[in-house]
Nanobody, 123 residues
Framework: EVQLVESGGGWVQPGGSLRLSCAAS????????MSWVRQTPGKGLEWVSA????????DSADSVKGRFTISRDNANNFLYLQMNSLKPEDTAVYFC????????????????RGQGTQVTVSS
């Protein structure tokens, strides 16, 4: 059974940083592309960033490019999202998602997704 468990969310002031983690189990982590998406009550689901199985290719939404960095640790089955220069509009519940294969593409539809971690950016 695929399990994805996010952690690392919290409250931070504008300009601050957070590092989200996603612990993966139940599948061969190193064989799948992975992604982060976020959800806000007003905007719905938004694709944030994604990474290839090896970690050699990443892609990010324009709204977070240059501020967020996705990475992975295939030895320990973890996905990360380093978030810097946070803005109030980054406030959302963040989810990690597992693609069905090795390809990275921009989507918010994931059959396997974690329960999410809340990130709140405010002063």
């Amino acid at each position: 059974e695929v399990q994805l468990v996010e952690s690392g969310g919290g409250w931070v002031q504008p300009g601050g940083s957070l590092r989200l983690s996603c612990a993966a189990s139940g599948f061969t982590f190193s064989s799948y592309a992975m992604s982060w998406v976020r959800q806000t009550p007003g905007k719905g689901l938004e694709w944030v960033s994604a990474i290839s199985p090896s970690g050699g290719y990443t892609d990010s939404a324009d709204s977070v490019k240059g501020r967020f960095t996705i990475s992975r640790d295939n030895a320990n089955n973890f996905l990360y999202l380093q978030m810097n220069s946070l803005k109030p509009e980054d406030t959302a519940v963040y989810f990690c998602g597992k693609y069905t294969g090795r390809d990275v593409y921009r989507t918010t539809s994931f059959r396997s997704r974690g329960q999410g971690t809340q990130v709140t950016v405010s002063s």
